[in-house]
């Protein structure tokens, strides 16, 4: 027996590798349980071969055992040859051996099917078999589903159908069977099934939405089944609709109808709606659109808030619209932040607007109204006080939030300074000066003339702001200020507001002769006029000069009266009427005549330490001057006397 084998072996192995013999196979397939596989297959003889179209040729495959005598017949077209009983209705040879096809089909593939398949052909000619190429099998564990089709978004309350398919199934084989389960197909309708799908009909439930539904195939000739699980798809309205906020900065998420955040930190808006199909969200600030989403969207849509600055407070909504409904949900964001943008508008007699930074200077004049108007920015809003220097103001003036007014009626020098407005909130502290300059025209006080050693001592003082300039008249033209000659001189000092000037005049004037102090800025000028008469005349002429300028003093002072009781009229008009104001340089020329004590010997007063609080010189003054005889060292000289009219 062993020689025989080893005989049958030699022979086997000499044909497997006869010139001619040629087998066009793929050597290795591979197939799941229960499926189907095809082998496609062509085989070659060599060509000395005699044959007619009678000639039959048979071909067979065997599944290839341990030994010779243990190869398995699976397969053949010859029909006096049976093949192994469990192989039956499942290995078929189709391919036609007459056409030199070898081809094989298997069906219902099984575990045991894994091994090497080799071809024999044979003829009343020839027989030979195609060791030298084997057929390897490989067979895997069944991993195919089936489709479950689902036609869209299911209807609540409307009747739908399932169908489970498998197109990857060989017809050949044996058909599989078909099983349904899942909560949600209590309901369930007519069915329909056949070898190859199954189709389920039954009516969804919005609460039906997620529900999982399971297809289950058998394959009954390999024993061997797959499963296919799908959620179901119900429509169903919004809920769960909402907005948050996250605090990228580690806050965590909070919910809330009013939120606040500092400037420049980050913020992420979430709008979350649930519903099927999703609804299209869409964000609005200030009542305008800034982010929308697609109905594919997962049901939230974030809005980025990187570094926010003032203009991203406010409200924001958030919208949710769905086939079935429309829901609208909004917070109100408040950026927090210290108070900035501090600025001064000065509303002055015509309501104009100044806007003021800080250390700007305002100037204003005397008897003029202004309103002060402090305005920040800040959230929350700032409280703000006005201060002057260091001493606190309290505003008269209803304000706003952010707005704080200080109202200085008829301004006077001594409101002049800095003030300062501040705004404090819990975030931080910003303040604005300013400094308020109070101009007036000049106005002379306390003029005053006296005998002196030099001569005739006159001392003039005028208060102005801006600083006047001071100028002497003597007869028709000016003297320097600090000029000195034979006949006068003329010294000025200036101080701040204050301006003192002295003329002196010497002695032995033979003319007539007028002087005057003018003080004048661009406001105005105001004057003090000195009429001085030489007495070289008789005693009647002049006791004649005295009655004529009596008579004439009269006469003027009735028309003086009368002009001003007309000024009067005029300013009571204006008071009236609110335009009190102050004139240009050219048309605020007043000229003043006031009582000079003119005692000899007598030192001139220095001004008045406060001249804001005293009264400014009536526009007409009157008095007359009387020189005293001075106590002589020489009874005999004779003395001249004159007279000084103001």
């Not at 297959?41 to 048979?58: A, E, G, K, N, V």
């Not at 398995?72 to 209705?89: F, H, P, R, S």
């Amino acid at each position: 027996m062993l020689l025989l084998l080893l005989l049958l072996s030699s022979l086997r192995g000499s044909q497997s590798q006869k010139e001619g013999y040629k087998l066009e196979v793929s050597l290795s397939e591979t197939v799941q349980e229960g499926l189907c596989i095809y082998i496609p297959c062509t085989f070659f003889y060599p060509d000395s071969w005699i044959r007619t179209r009678s000639t039959m040729i048979y071909g067979y495959w065997f599944r290839k055992g341990s030994y010779f005598l243990e190869d398995v017949l699976v397969a053949t077209n010859d029909q006096n040859k049976k093949v192994e009983k469990e192989d039956v209705g499942r290995f078929h040879l189709v391919g036609d051996p007459m056409e030199d096809n070898c081809s094989l089909r298997i069906t219902d593939v099984q575990k045991k099917d894994e091994g090497r398949y080799f071809f024999r052909m044979e003829s009343w000619i020839e027989k030979f078999s195609y060791l030298y190429y084997q057929v390897t099998l490989n067979v895997r564990a069944l991993t195919q589903k089936p489709d479950i089709f689902i036609p869209g978004i299911l209807e609540p309350g409307h009747s739908v159908t399932l169908m489970c398919a498998a197109p990857w199934v060989c017809r050949e084989g044996t058909p599989p069977t078909f099983s349904w389960t899942g909560a949600a197909l209590s309901n369930r309708g007519p069915s329909r099934e056949t070898p190859y799908f199954s189709e389920l009909t039954f009516i969804p439930t919005s609460q039906d939405h997620g529900i999982r539904v399971t297809c289950r195939m058998t394959f009954p000739g390999a024993g061997v089944s797959t499963e296919t699980t799908v959620p179901l798809n119900v429509a169903y309205p919004l809920r769960n609709f909402g907005i948050s906020v996250d605090r990228e900065n580690g806050g965590g998420v909070e919910s809330s109808l009013n939120f606040s955040i500092l400037k420049d930190e980050s913020l992420r808006l979430l709008c979350r709606a649930d519903s099927n199909p999703p609804a299209i969200l869409s964000w609005a600030h200030g009542g305008r659109a800034v982010l929308s989403s697609w109905s594919s969207d997962a049901g939230t849509l974030v809005l980025q808030l990187p570094h926010l600055g003032v203009k991203d407070g406010g409200e924001y909504s958030c919208r949710a619209q769905h086939r079935m409904e429309t829901q609208h949900a909004s917070l109100n964001l408040s950026v927090l932040y210290a108070p900035e943008n501090l600025k001064v508008n000065a509303l002055g007699p015509n309501r104009t607007v100044a806007i003021l930074g800080n250390a700007s200077s305002l100037v204003v004049l005397v008897g003029e109204s202004l309103q002060l108007e402090c305005v920040a920015e800040s959230s929350p809003p700032a409280y703000m006080n006005w201060a002057k220097g260091s001493q606190p103001l309290n505003s008269s003036l209803p304000s706003s939030p952010g707005i704080l007014c200080l109202e200085l009626a008829h301004v006077q020098p001594g409101d002049g300074g800095e003030y300062t407005c501040q705004a404090q909130n819990p975030w931080g502290t910003q303040h604005i000066s300013l400094n308020l300059s109070v101009q007036y025209p000049p106005r002379l006080f306390d003029p005053f003339c006296s005998w002196a050693d030099e001569g005739l001592l006159c001392t003039c003082c005028i208060q102005a702001e801006p600083t006047p300039s001071l100028i002497w008249w003597v007869g028709e033209r000016t003297v320097e200020d600090n000029g000195n000659n034979d006949l006068l001189q003329v010294m000025s000092t200036t101080s701040g507001a204050w301006t003192n000037s002295s003329l002196i005049l010497r002695e032995k004037w033979d003319l007539d002769l007028s002087l005057r102090c003018e003080g004048r800025n661009q406001h105005g000028a105001h004057s003090l006029l000195v009429l001085m008469v030489s007495d070289r005349t008789s005693i009647a002429a002049l006791e004649f000069s005295k009655g004529a300028l009596l008579g004439a003093g009269i006469m003027a002072l009735l028309i003086l009266c009368l002009v001003l009781a007309y000024k009067k009229f005029l300013r009571m008009k204006q008071l009236e009427t609110g335009e009190v104001g102050i004139t240009d340089s050219q048309s605020n020329m007043e000229a003043d005549y006031v009582n000079l004590d003119m005692k000899q010997g007598r030192i001139p007063r220095p001004p008045p330490s406060d001249p804001v609080t005293q009264a400014p010189p009536e526009e007409l003054h009157y008095a007359s001057i009387n020189f005293r005889r001075p106590n002589l060292k020489n009874p005999e000289e004779s003395t001249e006397y004159s007279e000084v009219k103001f």
